[in-house]
């Protein structure tokens, strides 16, 4: 089934509502959906690299109202469903040390899982449940989100067609290994 729905989503690129499709794949990928929107957004600046940055402009604003949608779900089913579990187990005092701590970090969760291979659709509805300032989130994601679209791209419209491997492979590990480092050197400038 997961197979279809790729091939579903691929064959978007090629259809004259492709950018539609895309804001649409982009939207609800950040909260509910299991293909990320890049694999439509590949082929489409492939085909029409002068779009590159409108394409990318278009993934990016869809995603973050995706996830906004995302964190309405972890903000609005919480109290219904998560909360009456977690009293049931007597964990709910568990949850509210650590709202306090996820809040303390929760931009730089939403940075990293916006870049990374992390489904961002968990971190959507986890700043939700956790009641993140909203306007935190927001920025982050537009940040994380932004950055990884443009980033796609730019490279796309820079070198096309050749370097779509690089970016099908190796750009989640190459953001990743960004984050790593950053977070590793910011933790240096701490304890040293």
């Known amino acids: 089934m997961l197979r279809r729905l790729y091939d579903w989503t691929v064959s978007l690129a090629s259809s004259k509502y492709a950018l539609w499709a895309l804001a ?14 890049d694999l439509l957004m590949i082929p489409m600046i492939i085909a029409t690299p002068r779009r590159a940055f409108l394409i990318a402009g278009v993934c990016t604003v869809s ?33 509210d040390e650590f709202r306090t701590r996820y809040n303390e970090w929760g931009a730089w969760a939403v940075l990293i899982a916006g870049v990374t291979p ?7 509805i986890l700043s939700g449940t956790t009641g993140l300032n ?12 932004g950055l990884r679209f443009f980033v796609v791209a730019a490279l796309l ?6 370097i779509r491997d690089f970016i ?3 750009l989640g590990l190459m953001f990743t ?7 590793g050197g910011f933790l240096a400038v701490k304890y040293l």
């Open 24 to 37: 649409f794949v982009a939207f609800i990928e950040s909260s509910v959906f299991p293909i990320p929107p």
């Open 118 to 124: 992390f489904p961002y659709k968990v971190i959507t």
């Open 63 to 95: 995603s973050v109202l995706g996830g906004m949608l995302g964190y309405y779900i972890g903000y609005g089913l919480f109290e219904t469903v998560g909360r009456p579990v977690l009293e049931f187990y007597g964990k709910d005092a568990y949850f």
């Open 157 to 162: 419209w820079k070198f096309g067609a050749p």
């Open 168 to 170: 099908e492979r190796r």
């Open 134 to 145: 909203l306007a935190v989130f927001t920025v982050a994601s537009i940040i994380a989100r």
């Open 177 to 183: 290994l960004f984050v790593v480092i950053l977070l």
